[in-house]
C-alpha cells in the first residue's frame, strides 16, 4: 500500500483525544465514482450497518445462523467480495473507513448477488470493542493493512499488542487469525505481536503458506513478478 500523506488536518485526525490512542488510518474525502454513489444509495440501507454501542446478534444481522469472519480493512472490496462468494456458507462482516472503497464492495455485492455480507463505515477499534460479542467470530481476516512503514510513523501500525489481545478476546476457541502483509519488517513485528498474544498459537512455524481462500491480487502479482515478497500469518484461539 502506498504510504499515507497527511494533511494538517489529517494529522489532527490521526490522535483521538477522546479514545486516548493514535488513530491507524488517516481519513480522506476520495473521489466517489458515479456508480459508487448509486450504490451507496441503492444497497447502503440493506447491507450497510451503522456505529452503535452495542453488540450485534449476527443471526438477525445476516438472516441466518452460520459462523462469521470480520475483514479490517475492505479496500476497494475485490478480495472480501471474492472469498464472500467462494465461501457462501459463512456470513462476512467488513470494516472500511473510506467512502469509495464501501461504493466499490457495494456494487461488487449488487454485480455478484452477495448475501453473506455487511459493511460498517467506522474505526475499527471501536467497532470490534463495542459490536463485537466475546467469543463470537469463527475468523478475522487483516490482509495489507497500512505499513505506515517510517520508523516513526510505526506507533499507528493497527497490529500491535492491545489490539490484538482485543481481537482476540472476539474470536471464538478454535477461531482463526489471519493477517497478510507485503512489508517484511511489519511481517517480523506481526510475528512478534501475535506470538506474544498467549491465547493465540502459530499454525506453521512461522510465515504461514496463502490459504486457498485469499486471492492475489494484481498488485500483489505485480510485486511478486518483481522479487516482492509476500507473508500471511494464521494463528489460532486456543484458550
Keep these: 500500500m502506498p504510504e499515507n500523506t497527511a494533511s494538517e488536518t489529517d494529522r489532527q485526525m490521526l490522535y483521538d483525544p477522546n479514545e486516548r490512542r493514535i488513530r491507524s488510518f488517516v481519513t480522506r474525502a476520495g473521489r466517489l465514482s458515479a456508480a459508487q454513489a448509486r450504490a451507496i444509495d441503492s444497497l447502503g440501507p440493506t447491507y ?14 445476516f438472516q441466518r445462523p452460520a459462523p462469521t469472519i470480520l475483514e479490517i480493512g475492505t479496500g476497494m472490496g475485490e478480495t472480501t467480495a471474492f472469498i464472500a462468494g467462494h465461501l457462501s456458507d459463512k456470513n462476512f462482516l467488513g470494516i ?18 452477495l448475501t453473506n455480507l455487511r459493511l460498517i463505515q467506522h474505526d475499527a477499534v ?59 519488517d511489519y511481517a517480523e513485528q ?9 491465547t493465540l498459537k502459530n499454525t506453521a512455524d512461522s510465515y504461514a503458506a496463502r490459504p486457498d481462500y485469499r486471492p492475489t491480487t494484481k498488485f500483489e502479482n505485480r510485486g511478486l513478478k518483481l522479487g516482492h515478497g509476500v507473508w500471511d500469518l494464521v494463528f489460532t484461539r486456543t484458550a
Design 96 to 113: 472500511e473507513v473510506h467512502t469509495p472503497g464501501i461504493g466499490s464492495l457495494l456494487k461488487l455485492i449488487g454485480e455478484q448477488s
Design 48 to 61: 450497510c450497518l451503522p456505529f452503535q454501542k452495542s453488540a450485534l446478534a449476527f443471526d438477525t444481522v
Design 126 to 184: 471501536e467497532v470490534v470493542r463495542d459490536m463485537i460479542a466475546p467469543n463470537s467470530l469463527a475468523g478475522i481476516h487483516v490482509f495489507f493493512p497500512d505499513p505506515w512503514h517510517k520508523a516513526r510513523h510505526n506507533k499507528r501500525r493497527l497490529i500491535q499488542g492491545p489490539f490484538v489481545e482485543l481481537l482476540t478476546s472476539r474470536l471464538m476457541i478454535g477461531g482463526y487469525l489471519h493477517c497478510a502483509t507485503d512489508w517484511q
Design 190 to 198: 506481526m510475528l512478534d505481536v501475535l506470538s506474544a498474544e498467549p
